[in-house]
Nanobody
C-alpha cells in the first residue's frame, strides 16, 4: 500500500495551501482517512479526519481547514486557509481499511512564515 502526499511548501501567514494524498495498492475498502501533523519537538497530532459522511477537526484548525475525499480516486485532500506560523509542521496522511489496518504517507512539509 502506498500513500503519496503532495502539496506542501512555503507560504506566508494568511495564505493557503492544498494537500493531496492518493492511496494505491490497498485491497480492502478504506474506512477512514485523515491528516496528522508533527511539528519539531512535538508529538504527532490529528488535524482532520473523515469517515463515511462525517468529519472531525482539531480545535486549532476548525474554520480554517477543510478535509475532503474522492472515494473513486482513493484520494483525500486538505484545504488549508488562513495559515499561521504555528501550522508549520510535517503533514502526514493516513488511511485505515475495514480491517483496522493503518497506513501512512511519507509526509509533506508545510512552512508558514510570519
Amino acid at each position: 500500500v502506498q500513500l503519496q502526499a503532495s502539496g506542501g511548501g512555503l507560504v506566508q501567514a494568511g495564505g493557503s495551501l492544498r494537500l493531496s494524498c492518493a492511496v494505491s495498492g490497498i485491497r480492502r475498502r478504506i474506512a477512514a482517512m485523515g491528516w496528522y501533523r508533527q511539528a519539531v519537538g512535538k508529538e504527532r497530532e490529528l488535524v482532520a479526519g473523515t469517515s463515511g459522511s462525517s468529519t472531525n477537526y482539531a480545535d486549532s484548525v476548525l474554520g480554517r481547514f477543510t478535509i475532503s475525499r474522492d472515494n473513486a480516486r482513493n484520494t483525500v485532500y486538505l484545504q488549508m486557509n488562513s495559515l499561521k506560523p504555528e501550522d508549520t509542521a510535517v503533514y502526514y496522511c493516513n488511511a485505515r481499511d475495514t480491517s483496522w489496518s493503518n497506513f501512512w504517507g511519507q509526509g509533506t512539509l508545510v512552512t508558514v512564515s510570519s
